[in-house]
């Protein structure tokens, strides 16, 4: 089995992201047919971060591997989706050059330097906003750490703006990002947090508001990161709790244990857009070094392996399915 430490970033490392910012994305061609909703492309493809190699790859139907770019120190490295699903943006050094970049998600080309960090910290991208602009940590910035909605590089819209601490924003559906913050702490004049609540904000920095607060969430059992997922119809958040995957509602309620593992780790919880009663994450059995593909349903039931690599020249970290654009999408 492979220690978690060797895998993933701890909370500490990845509280230090700084920055990072968008291009502009062509607007899918019309479609003729306004009513026609059959999907373009039946595939599932599934970008992730190899920790071994440092490199980002593509997985198709979850057999086939293709590598697009590797990354040079891959410290904080994982690959987002634009939403229509043709450009994956990271943070990594790629020719000496630390920055945030977007690349061509087919064939890792035409690979564009979006920004480079303004201070000592690097940065990271967390998601890819409907209207083209990344949304990120920056942190050094302020002295403390925001989300940020960045159109490029002079232009940075601080969203959250608050003296303490915003991490691990999601972009949802309706225009609305959420992220986790220490402005809640019971103990929050002291040095290190706790990230106990989930509030949301309009793209256009509005309507703040609180969803819930959980008590478990301290700097020990979120010590491997939250990297949250929500569901395609926006009800149901999935984040990762003290080794397992965790659910709640948007509204606060039913908070659920999903995974319930005994010490093996599930992370990385990932949906697909045509799919809201399933998560999938990364996770290993007992006797291979590598993190597999698996997915449950949101009523913890029914899990399914869906990779079966054997060695730890497989590690499958921070995956992300390309977008299922249908044709109505194209409208």
Not at 3 to 30: M, P, R, V
Not at 207 to 229: D, H, W, Y
Not at 232 to 250: C, E, K, Q, R, W
Request: charged share 20%; hydrophobic share 30%; net charge negative.
């Amino acid at each position: 089995m492979i220690k978690i430490a060797k895998l993933i970033l701890s909370f500490s490392a990845i509280i230090s992201l700084f920055g990072c910012t968008h291009n502009d994305e062509q607007k899918n061609q019309s479609s003729n047919n306004k009513n026609d909703t059959r999907i373009a492309s039946s595939k599932n493809i599934i970008a992730y971060f190899n920790q071994s190699d440092k490199s980002i790859y593509t997985l198709t139907d979850f057999k086939s591997k293709k590598k697009l770019i590797t990354v040079e120190d891959g410290n904080a490295t994982w690959p987002i989706y634009s939403p229509d699903g043709n450009r994956i943006a990271f943070t990594g050094k790629v020719n000496g050059v630390l920055a945030t970049y977007t690349m061509d998600s087919e064939t890792g080309q035409n690979l564009k330097m979006i920004t480079s960090p303004k201070g000592g910290l690097h940065e990271g991208v967390l998601d890819w906003q409907s209207d083209g602009s990344l949304i990120c940590v920056t942190k050094n910035l302020d002295g403390n750490a925001e989300i940020y909605a960045v159109i490029d590089s002079t232009n940075m819209q601080n969203l959250t703006n608050h003296e303490h601490w915003d991490f691990f924003p999601l972009s949802h559906s309706n225009n609305m990002i959420s992220f986790w913050t220490s402005r809640d702490d019971p103990n929050k004049d002291r040095k290190q947090y706790d990230y106990q609540s989930l509030y949301t904000i309009n793209t256009d920095g509005t309507n703040l508001t609180k969803r819930f607060q959980i008590e478990a969430m301290t700097n020990e059992s979120v010590g491997n990161g939250i990297f949250p997922a929500i569901s395609p119809d926006g009800d149901t958040y999935v984040f990762m709790m003290a080794l397992d995957l965790h659910s709640i509602n948007m509204d606060g309620s039913n908070l659920k244990n999903l995974t319930q593992s005994d010490g093996i780790g599930e992370y990385f919880p990932f949906f697909s857009n045509n799919e809201t009663n399933r998560i999938y994450f990364s996770s290993h059995d007992t006797i291979s070094p590598s993190l597999n593909i698996y997915s449950i349903d949101l009523e913890g039931n029914n899990k399914k392996q869906h990779t079966s690599f054997k060695d730890e020249k497989n590690v499958i970290l921070y995956a992300k399915f390309k977008p299922i654009i249908t044709l109505t999408d194209k409208k």
